[in-house]
């Protein structure tokens, strides 16, 4: 049964600061992993999605890379802002593309 | 193009009621998933829907939850005789099925229905 953790759960940071987060899966049988961002109270939304034969993707001041063979996945935030703060949530989509697997989460709180 | 689209977006309910959570899929998806965030939790995954076909509900509690995506119509998510438990925040995600290949599509998620039971 997969299982994603995510550490830490929570990080506080000043502005500016560069920043990493942390995902690990169980099963390395993966379709592929998504990272997503979650707002206080509403929905989530997609940032990155790495397929399984992919080792990275990036957009804009986000990088997330994935290792399937030692069952990890990274999301680095370059030049954190305020408006960063959110709950980063890591989720691995199973062999049979039905189902995706969340971590609980990692909270970070950027400081101006 | 609108988002996924749920609602209510807040419901309260007292122990013994029923439940209905509608999730409206993207224009042009035809595949739905129902998730379920419970507090200090992560989201676990429910079930997973085509039109007027269950596919996957291995993460379905086995009684007092059901789920449909007719024809026609926002998918439902049904839970009978509502216990405190069931308090947590519902995710709805759509996406347009399977791409080149069989490959499963990114899923979309709608901004969740919050119950609160009392």
């Known amino acids: 049964k997969q299982e994603v953790t995510q550490i830490p759960a929570a990080l506080s940071v000043p502005e500016g600061e560069n920043l990493v987060l942390n995902c690990s899966f169980t099963?390395?049988?993966?379709?592929?992993l998504q990272w997503f961002r979650q707002d206080p109270g509403k929905g989530l939304t997609s940032l990155l999605l790495?397929?399984?034969?992919?080792r990275e993707q990036t957009s804009g001041r986000l990088n997330a890379s994935l290792d399937k063979s030692s069952g990890r996945s990274t999301l680095y935030i370059a030049a954190s802002q305020p408006g960063d703060s959110a709950t980063y949530l890591c989720a691995s989509l199973n062999q049979a593309g039905t189902a995706l697997i969340f971590g609980k989460g990692t909270t970070l709180s950027v400081s101006s | 193009n609108a988002g996924v689209m749920q609602n209510p977006r807040h419901l309260v309910r007292r122990r013994g009621q029923e439940a209905r959570l509608r999730c409206s899929p993207m224009?042009?998806?035809?595949?739905v998933y129902w998730y379920r965030q419970l507090p200090e939790e992560g989201l676990k995954f429910m079930v997973y829907l085509q039109k007027e076909n269950i596919i996957d509900e291995s993460g379905m509690p086995k009684e007092r939850f059901s789920a449909e995506f007719p024809k026609e119509g926002p998918s439902i998510l049904r839970i009978q005789q509502v216990v405190r438990g069931d308090s947590a925040a519902y995710f709805c995600a759509s996406s347009p099925g399977t791409g080149l290949g069989g490959a499963p599509q990114t899923q979309y998620f709608g901004p969740g229905t919050r119950l609160l039971v009392l």
């Open positions: 790495i397929q399984s034969s992919q």
């Open positions: 224009k042009g998806h035809s595949h």
């Open positions: 099963d390395s049988a993966i379709y592929n």
